[in-house]
């Protein structure tokens, strides 16, 4: 009898994803299997990085903060004369979404998304693209005020460019503000393998809009069905993969900020659907859209901001409260891993006769019954060490001080501390709640 992973009877065989790693993507991606703690890295001169770990900008000749590309990197740039010159290489990339979890992507320069591009309101930029993908693509620069045959639509302001071939846009920055850049082509396909990127334009006058620690990333979705390496880019509605910037809980990295920052996060929005980002302990403002910066008079305070679907949103705080501070889209399947989009609903279901019943029509296939009590014990399973297909990912995952965390996907972390030090992004630990401060059981 044919049985599909991702529509078989019970939660148990649509829990997790799959498990080796295999081929080229083992050899890429093996020096971070065992890392338990990641090291935040500085980097002054990436020229091709697979790396899932924050790479930190080194702000040395810059008349700019750098950005902080969480699970990322900004591409560095020549100058030629009096321009900023970047180079793009659009290709085929394997990414790691978390320990033991990777995915065959597409991406710029060895990443996906591809690196963040930083430049200067006022600066001309000169940008090299050259297409190694089995396909035509362009790039569509996402905001940006330029030149209509800059704009990178193929086929309406410019040819595709081919397989092979290298394409070349320059323009002035004329406005400063936080942007998005993906292709023009095929986007179907091209964005659902990941292709995109940041493009942050920061102000001239260097006074203008300062943080003491400024974040950005993209929102992704993708559908990866279990045992399986490749994204379906078929896909309208139902994925079952939701990443920051190609990455999911546990395996991103908290957002480090020093106790009284102002700290501002930037947040693209390139899936088929829109993610209130919500944050704990604070409250902040949207500052900034793709569209521009929103003025003083025009914010109001938050804890939560709706991003949608083709749009950028940067909200800004002042690190006020110690501790470890949820980050997350409030869209609760959105903070879970791989699942089956037609899981039964097993809740408070008598299911202690069917694990025999089902071995014997299936002598094979391992099934576990799950669901009845809630979905929480799928935690409690994956750490019994619970046999897996190819390539997993569990649905909750993720270790915290006090146990599981039981979260995935979107869902990262803001630690806050009074004693980081400025410039400082490495990772401080759980933190440390001063005597009488935990919630506790009643005794009463």
């Keep these: 009898m044919p ?14 994803a799959s498990s080796a790693i295999t081929g080229n993507a083992k050899e890429e ?5 065992n890392t338990s703690k990641r090291q935040l890295t500085l980097v002054k001169n990436p020229t091709k990085v697979l790396s899932p770990a924050t790479l930190i900008t080194s702000k040395e000749g810059k008349n700019y903060n750098p950005v902080v590309t969480l699970n990322g990197w900004s591409l560095p740039y020549e100058m030629k004369e009096d321009i900023k010159e970047f180079r793009l290489i659009a290709e085929p990339v394997i990414r790691e979404f978390a320990p033991g979890m990777v995915v065959n992507c597409w991406g710029y320069n060895g990443t996906s998304p591809g690196p ?32 209509n045959g800059m704009d990178g ?11 092979g071939e290298t394409y070349v846009y320059e323009f002035t920055l004329r406005q400063s503000g936080t942007f998005m850049y993906h292709p023009h082509a095929d986007e179907m396909v091209q964005m659902a393998m990941g292709m995109m990127g940041m493009l942050i334009v920061h ?5 203008l809009h300062r943080v003491d620690r400024d974040f950005c990333f993209l929102l992704q979705s993708y559908d990866v069905a279990p045992g399986t390496y ?21 395996g991103i990295d908290p957002m480090v900020v020093r106790k009284g920052d102002r700290v501002r996060i930037r947040v693209g929005n390139l899936t088929m659907t829109n993610h209130p980002i919500h944050m704990h302990g604070h409250t902040f403002e949207v500052t900034c859209t793709d569209g521009g910066w929103v003025p003083k008079s025009a914010r109001w305070p938050e804890v939560t901001a709706d991003i949608p679907v083709g749009a950028v949103r940067a909200f800004e705080f002042i690190a006020t409260e110690e501790g470890d501070w949820s980050f ?11 699942m089956g989009h037609t899981i039964p609903n097993m809740l408070g279901v008598k299911q202690d006769d069917l694990s025999e019943k089902i071995s014997d029509l299936m002598p094979d296939y391992m099934y576990m019954p799950m669901g009845s009590s809630g979905m929480a014990e799928m ?22 001080p006090f146990g599981p965390i039981e979260m995935g996907g979107m869902f990262t972390v803001v630690k806050v501390r009074k004693d980081q030090q400025p410039g400082d992004y490495s990772d401080p630990g759980w933190y440390k709640h001063p005597e009488g401060t935990i919630a506790k059981k009643s005794t009463v």
């Excluded at 991606?29 to 299997?33: G, L, N, P, T, V």
């Excluded at 490749?230 to 546990?250: D, I, K, Q, Y």
């Excluded at 619970?386 to 569990?394: F, Q, R, T």
């Design 3 to 16: 049985t599909d992973r991702r529509d078989f009877l019970g939660l148990g065989a649509v829990l997790l």
């Design 29 to 33: 991606e093996s020096c971070h299997q």
């Design 116 to 147: 963040t591009i930083e430049a200067v309101e006022g600066d001309r930029i000169r940008l090299i693209v050259t297409n190694n993908l089995p396909e035509h693509t362009t790039i569509h620069w996402h905001g940006v005020i330029l030149p």
């Design 153 to 163: 639509v193929g086929g309406l302001t410019q040819p595709q460019i081919k397989p």
């Design 203 to 207: 102000p001239k006058n260097s006074k």
């Design 230 to 250: 490749t994204p379906n880019t078929s896909t309208m509605t139902e994925f079952n993969l939701w990443a920051f910037n190609s990455r999911v809980f546990p």
């Design 328 to 338: 997350h889209c409030h869209k609760s399947h959105h903070t879970m891993g791989p």
């Design 379 to 400: 935690q409690d399973m994956a750490e019994m060490g619970m046999v897996l297909p190819e390539n997993p990912l569990a649905m909750m995952t993720g270790n915290g």
